[in-house]
């Protein structure tokens, strides 16, 4: 840590220019955040240190360009695009069977673990260090003891492994709750098996559990299923999960009405899907990217292009941006210490591994319109830090349109086309955009694969004066820190 604090000290920033915005692409898309000068915020800046810390699941830089193209065109820019400071960060996990050995491909679990600890961890893994399976400490654990409120928010359920990072501790991801607790998955580890973690073991218990009765603040995302389930049964008061987390201090809503009137009631668990929330659009006729077939000729078959459209399955359902803002309201009211906030966009990832380009971007255009929440709040709170990231990179990159495979088949005298699955899409500006999925096998190939490049860190706030260009997950931690003045 030492070496990493030095280089943060020490490193010049590189000039950063700004994006433009095109204002006129705002009005083609509905907007959540029209009321951010309104009296529910904090007329007045206070003392108290904030962060923020937002993780846009699976946003790589591949991502990123795909939504802002499709959506603002070759000049528009996101909001976390316009944040002064920039860097790109480094991802690695270590291996489980040896830790002193990296793997350059990670997963959620291990990534939030290090965002959250600032120590690396090995994949699947819950703060949890590799092969010895010990405990470790987590930024909002220690907010939590120098007395600043916390919470999480999530467009996945809470017991996922993003959320579960920051508050819980297990051998493996898959701990979700009671049920996942006895089951033994051949695929894992034995070091990571989560009958390690039932209490009559010795272990804290499941996720849900865990989450339940660690005095969180706000805890918003989805996952009903996980905390309505049995707790172990030595617990002699024959509550379930969700009843322990009620007796704990925590009021439950499950829908956006009842979310509205929750505002500066206390303690807070919004659970409001089963699972993962819906995402907000999807392509036209539910249309993904496709493989690309032959004729009798053996002249490629290119899938025709489609635009996205809203997911009906979504109506009803919190935006990521009102649950955020509901968040801040609740954790800022009547606060002079301050506060840690982590809000993820979850199913940008999830949606890559499905090859659904328009649920990538919706949902990260909905995790855009959140961090414009969070950066209201901070015009008004000169004292909150807010940091941008993602935890890993995915599949799905911008290709050449047909025509260019179709130029180079008629050049060579042989079919040339993309591998993988192949989607073309007819963005708001009416430009053509391809994108490509080629990092699982097809047809039986079924789901996309993580990769191991660097993601973006955008931050705005205090302290962030020397932060050099190229970091690591650690670093992100240690200026969370810094900022809260935790140990």
Sequence with gaps: MVGITNCLRVASLASRKA????????????????????????????????????????????????????????????????????????????????????RYVADSANTASTLATGLLTSKGRISTSAAKDADQKTILEAAQEKGYRTGLVSTASLT???????????????????????????????????????????????????????????????????????????????LNILEKA???????????????????????????????LPVEWRGENN?????????????????????CEKNPS?????????????????????????FFLMVEGASIDKQAHKRNPCGQIGELHAFDQAVTIGRQFAAQQPNT????????????QIVPLPESYQAASKAIQLAQYPTGYYAVLKTLSGELMAVNYATNSSPQGQWEMHTGTNVPAYMEGPGLDNVPILIDQRDINYLMRRHLKLP
């Design 19 to 102: 994006f433009a915005i095109l204002a006129a692409i705002f009005l083609l898309l509905p907007t959540v955040f029209s009321h951010a000068a309104q009296d529910e915020h904090p007329s007045r800046a206070t003392s108290s240190n904030n962060v923020i810390l937002f993780i846009g699941d699976g946003m790589d830089e591949h991502q990123i360009t795909m939504a802002r193209n499709y959506l603002y065109g070759p000049d528009g820019a996101f909001a976390m695009e316009q944040m002064p400071v920039r860097s790109s960060v480094r991802v690695l996990a270590l291996r489980e069977d040896n830790p002193k050995q990296f």
């Design 160 to 238: 996922d492994a993003t959320p579960a990072a920051f508050a819980a501790h297990a051998s493996h991801r898959d701990c979700q709750s009671t049920k996942n607790m006895a089951a033994i998955n051949p695929i894992q580890a034995k070091t990571q098996q989560c009958n390690r973690d039932l209490k009559k073991h010795g272990g804290p218990g499941s996720i849900a559990e865990q989450l339940a009765t660690a005095n969180i603040d706000v805890l918003l995302g989805g996952g009903l299923t996980f905390f309505n389930q049995p707790i172990e049964y030595q617990d002699n008061s024959r």
């Design 246 to 276: 009620q007796s704990h201090g925590l009021r439950l809503v499950t829908t956006t009405n009842s979310l509205q009137s929750a505002v500066n009631t206390g303690q807070l668990l919004g659970l409001f899907a089963n699972g993962h």
């Design 287 to 307: 249309r993904r990217a496709e493989l690309i077939t032959t004729d009798e000729q053996g002249k490629a078959i290119f899938p025709t292009p489609f635009s």
């Design 314 to 338: 979504h109506k009803g359902t919190p935006t990521l941006a009102n649950m955020t803002e509901h968040a801040l309201q609740a954790l800022s009211h009547n606060n002079d210490q301050g």
């Design 385 to 396: 830090l807010i940091i941008v990231t993602a935890d890993h990179g995915h599949a799905g």
